[in-house]
Structure formats: C-alpha cells, structure tokens
C-alpha cells in the first residue's frame, strides 16, 4: 500500500477490515498448536499462494510436460508414486536379505540397507499394497521445485476447445488421491463446488459414476463452467450435478443418483470438502470474507455444519466405503474435533463402525512437494510455508466397517 | 615526518590502508627531482603534508596547476581534516582538486554550521566524498524536509550528518518517503531513528525486513501507540547482519527470507503497474472523446 494511501486508511477507516479480523482469529487461535511453526505459516497465509498445473487428460496436452520439464516443474504425483514403487522393491528386499542373511552384515549394498530401512518405515505406518497403484493414478500434477516462484501460463485449449490444464492449489490433490478411487466407483463429492477436485476425481478416469452435489446455485454455476471447459460430453454423462443441502443426502438417494445406478450398485466413495474458514481467502481477501461482523452467526455455525455434512458423507458410504473428510482451515475445531465427533455420533446413535486409515506415508511421499503438520491426532494437514506456499489443506480418510 | 602523520591519524578510526604503509626513507639531502616537481613539493610540504604525501599528491591530476592544487589540498587541511585524510579523501575523489577553492571553503563552512565539524566533517567527508560536490541548494533542501517535516531536532539532525551523510545527497522527495515509512507504517520515532541509523540502509532493505517481521507476526504497527505485541528496537532490525536478523529476530531461514524477498519484489511490481494502469486510466478521461482511443490493453 501507497504511504499516502495508508495515512489516509489509517485516519478515516472507520471499521476494522475483515482480513484483520480473521488474522487476529489465526493468531489467537493457532499460536498454541503451531508453536514455532507459526510465524512460518502466516507468512505464508499472507503471501502469494503457489499453484500446481492439473493436466487434463481429456484434452490433447502432449505438449505440456515438454513446455514444463525444461522450466523445472515435474509432476509431484509420479515422482510420489516412483517413490512409493522403491520402497515396495526395498520391502522386498528387505524381506529377503533378512531372510537369508540373518546376523551378517556381509554383501548388503548402501542403497539395499537404505531400501530396508524406509520399507521397515512404511512397514511402521501399516502401508497397504495399492497405495503404489492409487499414487500411480492418471492424476497428472505439475510443480516448480520448492523455492521457485515461477507462474503457470494461464490453461489454452486445445482443437476441440477442451483446456490443457487446471491451475488449482496443488494440496487440494491429496484428498482425491487419499480417496483412492478404483476402476467403475461410484464416487459422490458432497460438497463440490466450485470443481477443482470434481475435475481431479474425472482425471482418474475410474469413476463409474460421479455424483456432484453442491448446495449453491452460484457456484455449480463454475462447476458447469469446469465440465464443459474440460470434460467431453461422453464423460460428462457419467456425471451428475445436484444442488441439495448435502446434509439431507439420504433422503434423496432414492431419486436421481441411483436412477442411473443400476441395480445391485454400492456408494463406494465419498469426498466431504466441507465449507470452512477459508483461512488463506480470509486472511487476504475483503470480498465475501467470512469474518465480517454479519456472518458472525455462520462462522460460529460452521463446525455443526461440517459435522452434519460428514456424517451424511457416512450415512451414504455402506460398509467398506471410504470417506475423505476435507477443509482448507488450520483450525483443530474445524478438523480433528469435527471427525472425532462424527466417529462418537455414528458409533453411539447409528451403531456404525469406522475406522480412521493412516495416511502417515503421504506425509513421507510428499515431503518434498509439501509442509506437513507432524502433530495432527488424525487425519493429515499441509502448513503454507514460503518455499511451499500451498495450502492449508487439512484431510482425513475414514473407513467404513 | 611520515611516521608523526601515521601517529597523528592513530586515534582516528579506520584508517584506510595506505596509511599504514611503510614511508619511504627521506633523502639524505636534496637529491634529483623532477624540475617540475620540486617547487610544488617544497609548497605541500610547507603546508604540512610528508615528502611521500607530497608526492602521491603530486600523482593525481597531473596536468593540474600547481596552485589549484596547494589551494585545495591546503583548504582541506584547514576543514580539520589530517594530512593523511585528507589525502586519502583525494585519492578516492581526485575530482575534488578541481572544484574552485572558493566553493570548497563554502560548502566545508556550510556542512560545518549544519554540525559537522572537526572529526565529524572528516568522517561525513571520508565516507561520502561526493559531500562537497553536493549544490548547495540541494543542501539546504535536505536539511529543511529534515528539520522542519521530518520534524528532527538540530542535535538530532547532527547526529543524522555524521552518521548518514549520504542523506544530503538523496532527492528529499527519497528521504521523506523513508522517513514517513518509519513514522507511520512502522510507528516509529525520530530518537529511534537516529540511533539506528535508518538512513544508513537501503529502503528496500528496510522494507523487506520489516514486512518480513510483520507478515510473521512478529511486528505490529501501533494503533494508537500501543501494540499487542512488543516490536523489536528499530536498531536491531536495520543493524544485524542478515543472518543474525534471521536467527534471532525472525526466526527462520536464508532459505526462507529468499523467497520471501522474491515475492515481495513481485508484489511491488505488480502494484506499480496497476498503479501506473489507473494513472492512465485517468488520462483517458481527459481524451477528447471525438478522438482516439488509447489501446490500453
């Protein structure tokens, strides 16, 4: 700001902007969970967020990972999954060296006792075998390197209008890729607007059926936007665009969702990226902030909000589902208490089993893409942070017993 | 005579290293010089400089008249600078030699009555020789926005000179808008000012490390005069060698502040723009509208 322009801000505003409002909130609220980390992720919060290129593998995008890989940026979703592929190699190994050379340390090679060491890791953080087949998912996703601030091009079409990528906040990814879609899911994202994960959930190209649900008119407006811009009409009828309030999703499974079901179909997967704080869009953005004094009511509401929400998300998963609880809020009251609630309400009132999958190893896979919390009871949280700025992105994957 | 200038200037601080050469033996008794030279010498040494001194002097604007330049070496001297400094002041800005000697005594007298004198001139002037090539107009100029908007009082004004003489040389308009970024943005006073010598740093710097600090929290305009948190002295911010700053001020990394410096450049130029955007924004107004239209794309 202008020195002129604040001095006059600073003599005449008459209230206190809502940015300034939701910052005092975050400070207040966080200092305590984030300790020393938390000058790190204001700063963050308050500096121009990072984005990270979709492809869209509906369009011809052949070009992209030419134009990019001599910029520097790689697709973190492959180089995650290379990852993940070693240390099943290495797991391997490790099973075999210790099998036959119990006790001597003689012909293990550095990079086999380094293999054994990170598969003993994800051996700890009870890795299941298709997290290398979910990682290796056709989900496409370009970065610049930690550090580099460079920007994305704005997304070009292609000869049938469709655009190459989707620029979106990189973190907003690994719900998606937590949900773990598999060929011919049936796939409901409740709250789905404006799109960016909806598009991701497409990309997988293994949705059977995707049901998109958002409760407001204006902003499945951008949803339609997304689909067209993006999506051929033969995918597009794979999908389903609702505008019910997502807390009365049971009483309208009977209706146009199943119609196309068929007989006999399960929901197997359930994405709930609940409304929240926003906190990156509060604390820079005036526009439709949250923190304004007439929505004081609504942002004191939002937790028994996101709560309903989820536990809908469950009521509509049947046994064996998954469900991927998600917000972009730093906020334990919006995250880990709302999740820890919904698991006592479906325990207690509907008599509903769930169990809470560990994601740790995202935290290993991604590390170097992202900032990730260390200390969240459960569920996995990304941290803003200057060299990685995306974010916050908090996520939790359930399970339905 | 040498070794009594070097002995002389030992109380001074940072000497450059030339003076901490070894002098040359004098001549045992006069020996050949050249023709040119020898009067010339005799004059500097008669006004105080050493056999040595007198000859590098000699080496600088050769084609210079003799007068010239025993009038403003000796002018020079008579500001209260040393033989020493006055040569190394010389050396590092030969052009001096050629200012008129008159302007010389004028701008000495005027820096002089704006409080530096003595030891003080001597260091201003060493440390920016461009100091008495500064029109005086331009002087004064910084002196009033110092005084009168700024709003200084004459110790502390002093204090500024010997400390960042390069103010004098600034545009006002450059100083005012770091002074005013202080003042509001940082609420800061003039004492604080001075003593951490804020028109010693570079205002991007300042500017990147103070909204480094804010943007962590770790520094709050005041509202009122108070804040929530306590700020850190102006002095630590601006005098800590980076990495210092970083460790114990802000609490974070090189690799951090790195990218943040990036970012904020962008910002700025990016704001520019947009301001420069409605300037022109503006102009079009003022078009007549029967005419062009301005392609502002």
């Given at each position: 700001?202008?020195?002129q ?6 003599a ?30 204001r700063?963050?919060?308050l500096?121009?967020?990072?984005y990270g290129?979709l492809?869209n ?12 890989e001599?910029?520097n940026?790689?697709?973190?979703v492959?180089?995650?999954?290379q ?11 490790g099973?075999?060296a210790?099998g036959?050379q119990?006790g ?5 090679t550095?990079?086999q ?12 953080a009870?890795?299941?075998?298709p ?5 290796s ?16 091009r704005p ?17 907003s ?8 879609v ?10 789905a ?10 990309q ?8 998109a ?10 949803l ?9 009409r ?43 704080t ?22 004191q ?7 309903q929400l989820?536990?809908a ?8 589902a ?8 730093l ?14 309400i ?19 896979l991604?590390?170097d ?8 009871r ?7 942070h200057?060299?990685?700025n995306f ?5 939790c994957?359930?399970?339905r017993? | ?21 070894p ?14 030279g020898?009067?010339?010498a ?6 105080g ?37 006055a ?25 002089r009555r ?12 060493r440390r ?13 100029a910084?002196?009033?926005?110092l ?7 004459a ?7 010997g400390?960042?003489p ?5 545009e006002?308009?450059?100083?005012h ?6 003042y509001?943005r ?10 951490a010598r804020?028109?010693?740093?570079p ?5 990147n ?5 804010e943007?962590?929290?770790?520094y ?13 002295k102006?002095k ?15 609490y974070?990394?090189?690799?951090e502040y ?13 704001k520019?723009?947009e301001?420069?955007?409605?300037l ?13 239209e301005?392609?502002r794309e």
């Open positions: 700001m202008q020195i322009t604040f001095i006059i801000w600073a005449t505003a008459p209230r206190i902007p809502s940015t300034r409002l939701a910052l005092h909130h975050f400070d207040t609220s966080y200092s305590l969970r984030l300790g020393a980390l938390r000058p790190s992720v700063a963050g919060l500096c121009e967020q990072k290129a492809l593998n509906f369009a011809a995008a052949d070009h992209v990972p030419q134009e990019l001599p910029l940026a790689a697709d973190f492959s180089e995650a999954s990852k993940a592929q070693q240390w099943q190699r290495g797991a391997a190994v099973a075999a210790r036959c119990e001597s340390g003689e012909g293990r550095v990079m006792a380094e293999m054994m060491a990170q598969a003993e890791m994800m051996a700890q009870e890795m299941s075998p997290l290398g087949a979910s990682i998912s056709k989900i496409k996703c370009y970065t610049f390197p930690r550090g580099d601030i460079t920007r994305f997304a070009r079409p292609d000869s049938l209008g469709l655009l190459d990528y989707y620029l979106m906040d990189a973190a990814l690994l719900p998606v890729l937590a949900l773990n598999q060929p011919g899911d049936f796939v409901l994202d409740l709250c607007a404006p799109g960016g994960k909806t598009l991701a959930l497409l997988t190209g293994f949705c059977g059926h995707l049901a649900n958002d409760i407001s008119i204006s902003r499945t407006k951008r339609y936007q997304i689909l067209h811009s993006y999506v051929p033969e995918v597009r009828d794979t999908v389903s665009v609702t505008s019910y309030d997502g807390r009365d999703w049971d009483q309208v499974k009977g209706g146009t969702f199943h119609k196309g079901a068929g007989a006999g179909s399960l929901l197997l997967q359930v994405l709930v990226d609940v409304p929240c926003t906190d990156r869009h509060s604390a820079t953005e005036e526009d439709n902030n949250i923190f304004h004094k007439r929505r004081t009511k609504e942002r509401m939002l937790p028994m909000l996101q709560l989820l536990m998300g469950i009521l509509a998963a049947k046994p064996g998954e469900v991927v609880y998600s917000t972009c809020s906020s334990p009251l919006q995250n880990e208490c709302v999740v820890e609630r919904a698991l006592d479906a325990e207690a009132q509907f008599n509903i089993s769930i169990h809470v999958e560990d994601l740790s190893h995202f935290r290993t991604f590390q893409t992202f900032s990730f919390f260390s200390d969240c459960l569920g996995e949280l990304v941290l803003p200057l060299t990685a974010g916050p992105m908090y996520f994957k359930l399970r017993m | 005579m040498a070794a009594r200038a070097l002995l002389s200037g030992a109380g001074r601080a940072l000497l450059p290293a030339r003076a901490l050469l002098a040359r033996a004098l001549p045992a008794g006069p020996g050949p010089c050249p023709r040119r020898c009067g010339e005799a004059a500097l040494r008669a006004a400089f050493s056999q040595e001194q007198a000859r590098r002097l000699l080496a600088l604007q050769p084609r210079l008249g003799p007068e010239q330049r025993e009038a403003a070496a000796a002018q020079l001297l008579l500001l209260g600078l040393s033989a020493e400094a040569l190394a002041l010389l050396e590092r800005s030969p052009a001096l030699l050629r200012l008129p000697t008159e302007r010389l005594r004028e701008r000495a007298e005027e820096l704006l409080g530096l004198d003595g030891g003080r001139l001597e260091r201003a002037v920016s020789p461009q100091l008495l090539h500064v029109p005086r107009k331009r002087l004064r910084a002196v009033r926005l005084r009168e908007r700024c709003l200084f009082t110790e502390q004004l002093r204090e500024v000179l400390t960042c390069a103010v004098l040389q600034e006002p308009r450059t100083l808008h770091q002074f005013q970024y202080a509001f940082m609420g800061v006073q003039q004492k604080e000012m001075v003593k804020l028109f010693q740093t205002f991007a710097e300042l500017r490390r103070h909204i480094f600090l943007r962590r929290g770790l709050e305009t005041p509202h009122k005069g108070q804040t929530q948190i306590s700020n850190p102006l630590d911010i601006l005098q800590l060698p980076e990495e210092d700053f970083l460790a114990s001020l802000a974070s990394t090189p690799e790195e990218v943040f410096k990036k970012l904020l450049a962008r910002e700025e130029e990016e520019e723009e301001d420069v955007d409605a022109y924004a503006e102009d079009d107004d003022d078009l007549d509208s029967g005419g062009s301005t392609a």
